[in-house]
């Protein structure tokens, strides 16, 4: 038999259930809950019952039907608050955290982004070989954007998040490339010849040990074309130039990635961080609070995706997908067969079959 606090509150809880209007309780009420005394005795203790839970704060009729309620429900709606409570948070004006950036000739890799702000979307892999393997990472802003009003305001924003987090950057022509999509490679050889010639000279200048792109489906216009943008431009170079490939994606689903990266809950909470400098793209559409959850669906993908089929998912809570190649006498060849995972315990650089 309950006594107490705890038999109370059920009977509280059954007669709200039930829609009684007031404190009386029934006598199968006291029968189900092996309640005993007479009814004066009942009212008086559901009085301080009531009187007690509501002191300390509790919803009554929320806790009544807690009983009866989807347990996913919460699990769901706190996800909607977070998100909700996330749009109160600042953009950009962060503080910068004075994280030591590697020495200036350190091994390098280039982002070659798209747009401003996808540095710091797929960046999880990046951001990791920058902190642990020592790289230094060079951003190489490919366009900055299509609207000509936004493209220094986007400039600005772009070099606070690369500052954020630790990052140089490069820009490819004073309002970025223009044009670069499918269309002008096939429709304006001699503009796409002028943008080749930029990103191989930042190829030669730099000499990246790891290079990171969209891959060629990445659905939008822009960061297909600055796929095939640097395909182009990596075969205008030398045949003894080589480094490794990294294909990201975002805007659509690559059908065969062969690395899933894990970042810790610091380092996610830091590329968002650097997003919320992208002002004006966050401001126009807040998707910068949907990116964790992005990056928990990249699990759930790369468990088979890059695990195998069937395989068990890694107890991984935040990742990024890749696909991971190289370039070597003129042209791309797989690094290694099958997929590979990197935890947050191993070491990034260890797929390059790096020792450090």
């Not at 006598?27 to 301080?48: H, S």
Request: with cysteine.
């Amino acid at each position: 038999m309950q006594t107490g606090l705890g038999l109370r509150f059920q009977s509280v809880c059954h007669s709200l259930r039930k829609g009684v209007g007031g404190v009386k309780l029934a006598e199968a009420d006291r029968a189900n809950f092996g309640y005993t005394g007479n009814r004066l005795a009942i009212i008086k203790d559901v009085e301080r019952a009531l009187r007690g839970l509501i002191k300390a704060g509790y919803n009554l009729r929320q806790l009544a039907l807690d009983k009866h309620m989807n347990p996913y429900q919460k699990f769901v709606a706190e996800f909607a608050r977070l998100v909700v409570e996330g749009k109160s948070l600042p953009l950009g004006d962060i503080p910068p955290q004075g994280k030591p950036k590697p020495a200036p000739g350190a091994p390098v890799a280039l982002i070659f982004s798209p747009h401003p702000d996808d540095e710091c979307i797929i960046g999880g892999f990046a951001l990791r070989l920058m902190r642990e393997s020592g790289l230094r990472i060079i951003n190489v802003a490919v366009t900055q954007g299509s609207s000509k009003d936004r493209q220094q305001p986007r400039l600005e924003e772009l070099q606070n998040a690369c500052n954020w987090l630790g990052f140089d950057l490069e820009q490819t022509a004073p309002n970025g490339l223009e044009k670069i999509n499918p269309q002008t490679r096939v429709n304006n050889p001699e503009h796409w010849a002028h943008a080749v010639k930029v990103i191989a000279a930042s190829l030669a200048k730099n000499q990246p040990r790891v290079i990171f792109f969209p891959h060629e489906l990445d659905w939008n216009g822009t960061h297909i074309g600055t796929h095939f943008l640097v395909m182009d431009a990596l075969k205008t170079l030398p045949a003894n130039f080589q480094c490794c490939l990294v294909e990201t994606e975002f805007w659509g689903q690559m059908p065969t990635p062969n690395l899933m990266v894990e970042s810790s809950a610091e380092d996610v909470a830091d590329m968002l961080a650097a997003l919320s400098f992208h002002v004006g793209e966050v401001q126009r559409n807040p998707y910068h609070l949907r990116m964790p959850q992005w990056m928990q669906d990249n699990v759930r993908r790369g468990a088979e995706l890059v695990g195998g089929q069937g395989g068990a998912a890694p107890n991984f809570m935040f990742a990024t997908l890749y696909r991971l190649r190289q370039w070597q006498n003129g042209r791309v060849g797989e690094l290694y067969s099958g997929g590979r995972q990197i935890g947050v315990r191993d070491n990034p650089g260890s797929v390059f079959g790096w020792n450090h």
